[in-house]
Nanobody, 131 residues
Framework: QVQLVESGGGLVQPGGSLRLSCAASGRTFSSYVMGWFRQAPGKEREFVAVIVPGMGWSTSRTFYRDSVKGRFTISRDNAKNTVYLQMNSPKPEDTATYYC????????????????????WGQGTQVTVSS
């Protein structure tokens, strides 16, 4: 049984920082693409960031939506089957429920943005950015 469990959400002030975690279980995900999506009230779910494992000796690749580039960082710890989203200098418009997701098929760039290509999803963690 595959499970993805997000944690680390909460209330954060604009300009602060927050780190989200997503622990995966049920199999080894070192070869899987792992990503973060978010959904704000009244809006559709949108892509945030993704980390694609490297082939052979190559390093992982990361992709971000434009609005979070330079502020958010996605990383993974394969030994812990966990993906992280470090949120620095969050803005009120980053307020949303954040979901982690994994997919077995590799992707690149905008090809990683497609929700229905992801095989498993977490339940989400709420992030509120407010002073």
């Amino acid at each position: 049984q595959v499970q993805l469990v997000e944690s680390g959400g909460g209330l954060v002030q604009p300009g602060g920082s927050l780190r989200l975690s997503c622990a995966a279980s049920g199999r080894t995900f070192s070869s899987y693409v792992m990503g973060w999506f978010r959904q704000a009230p009244g809006k559709e779910r949108e892509f945030v960031a993704v980390i694609v494992p490297g082939m052979g000796w190559s390093t992982s690749r990361t992709f971000y939506r434009d609005s979070v580039k330079g502020r958010f960082t996605i990383s993974r710890d394969n030994a812990k089957n966990t993906v992280y989203l470090q949120m620095n200098s969050p803005k009120p418009e980053d307020t949303a429920t954040y979901y982690c997701a994994v997919r077995s098929r590799s992707c690149s760039g905008s090809g990683c943005y497609v929700e229905n290509e992801y095989d498993y999803w977490g339940q989400g963690t709420q992030v509120t950015v407010s002073s």
